[in-house]
């Protein structure tokens, strides 16, 4: 669905002060002068793992199990974030670089191309060029804090431009509805007027950050509505995958299960659980989208382990959830003060961490990729190596030993 003509003026006015605003810090950078590089990286033993078994030495994340292990925009912003937080500064900068040089196919819309790997005649390119919305608003994230955190006015230039091709490709005035990120530029628009939508694509605290970064945007709509959009996932209380959306004859929003993957939760929605525990208590969505996510805490309460798969409509789950569904829960637990359940899950996702690298286990293969992923964001987060602020900033444990004048 295109903006509206008045949107898109507000989107060219915003540009153009962007623009301006950032001419100004380029000057003001160039004029300072450069201190001493005294902060070194961060002792986070789990991301010396990461960096080890999943990155290679061209910053290619090595995301997919399969043999020729293909690569995604997603693992590569997840990285960069990862990076940021150890002070990882060149490890952020290979894999950024090679982002660019590998994904950043589709001209001048700015938006990288979501899946990259080897194809069926051997050679080695991007395999879809459509993007995907979570990485790049997590790529805009990324750069906009490594710029101020850092005080690096190219990532923060590379942030502001990835948002502004966000905002131009990606986000979507609904009906009855309002601002809405769709997953993608292409493909989630069905074919009888209806839209495909995804929560866990939308991390509250980085929309808060946009927010802060671009007032001129309907950031503040888009996080109200995908509360709207994760409460009206399942009466049980539990986060969907897939969500399918359409306005009814009489105007109003109407929130259905998607047609294609049906109304499950699994593997994309338990990362809604784990965005919204990382959420300040402060925002003043965080409790409604508390109250909205009760059913996971519910089912815990009957089960050790979380289910791989919910059925939203009966609230029963199936099968054993991998090790990083527990990680990730970490957050969303410690947020309903639901201390037992979370000493549990916390035990069984740092001993699988830990046994998915043992010798034997890596003799059959690389170390489960999501599974490592979710677990430095919910351990990472447990740990305290970071959190997020109310208006969307990071604060991070190495904060506490850089000063402001010794970040580079």
């Known amino acids: 669905m295109k903006m509206s003509e008045r949107w898109r003026k507000v989107v060219l006015v915003w540009q153009k002060r962007a623009s301006l605003g950032l001419g100004v810090l380029a000057l003001s950078l160039a004029s300072a002068s450069t201190p001493p590089a005294i902060c070194t990286t961060q002792d986070w033993p789990q991301w010396r793992d990461f960096r080890q ?13 399969n043999t020729a292990r293909d690569s995604y925009s997603e693992a590569q912003s997840y990285a960069m974030f990862f990076a940021l937080v150890a002070n990882d500064r060149e490890a952020f900068e290979r894999i ?18 979501w899946s990259w790997g080897q194809a069926a005649d051997g050679h080695w390119r991007v395999l879809d060029a459509n993007s995907a919305a979570d990485a790049d608003m997590w790529f805009a994230y990324a750069l906009l804090e490594a710029g101020r955190l850092w005080q690096r006015g190219d990532y923060e230039r590379d942030g502001q431009r990835m948002l502004q091709a966000i905002s131009q490709r990606e986000l979507v005035l609904l009906p009855a509805l309002g601002a809405m990120v769709l997953p993608g530029p292409v493909g989630f628009v069905q074919t009888d007027g209806s839209w495909r939508l995804n929560a866990s694509y939308l991390p509250l605290p980085l929309l808060r950050r ?19 959009l ?24 109407q929130f259905a299960e998607d047609p294609v993957t049906g109304p499950i939760g699994s593997y994309d929605a338990i990362r809604v659980y784990l965005w919204s525990g ?7 969505l965080a409790a409604p989208l508390k109250q909205a996510l009760m059913g996971m805490n519910t089912a815990l309460k ?38 037992q359940a979370m000493t ?5 996702a740092r001993q699988s961490l830990t046994q998915s ?26 740990d305290n190596r970071f959190h997020f602020l109310r208006n969307g900033q990071v604060q991070l444990k190495w904060q506490t030993t850089c000063s402001p004048t010794n970040t580079h």
């Open 302 to 339: 009957l089960q050790a382990i979380p289910p791989e798969v919910v059925d939203l409509n009966t609230g029963l789950g199936r099968g054993v959830g991998p090790f990083g569904f527990s990680a990730a829960l970490l957050p969303y637990l410690s947020m309903l003060g639901s201390a």
């Open 278 to 284: 990382m959420t300040s208590a402060t925002d003043p």
């Open 53 to 65: 078994h999943f990155i290679a030495a061209n910053g290619r994340v090595l995301a997919a199990s």
């Open 357 to 382: 690298l043992a010798p034997e286990q890596l003799l059959k293969g690389p170390p489960p990729y999501y599974d490592h992923v979710l677990s430095l964001f919910g351990l990472g987060w447990t």
């Open 210 to 228: 946009f927010e802060l970064e671009a007032p001129a945007v309907p950031w503040a709509d888009v996080a109200a509505n995908t509360v709207r």
């Open 344 to 348: 549990q899950q916390a035990a069984r």
């Open 230 to 253: 994760a409460a009206a996932a399942s009466q049980a209380g539990f986060a969907a995958d897939w969500t399918g959306y359409r306005a009814d004859p009489k105007h109003q929003p």
């Open 96 to 113: 950024w670089r090679w982002s660019q040089q590998n994904l950043m196919v589709n001209g001048a819309d700015g938006l990288p191309a």
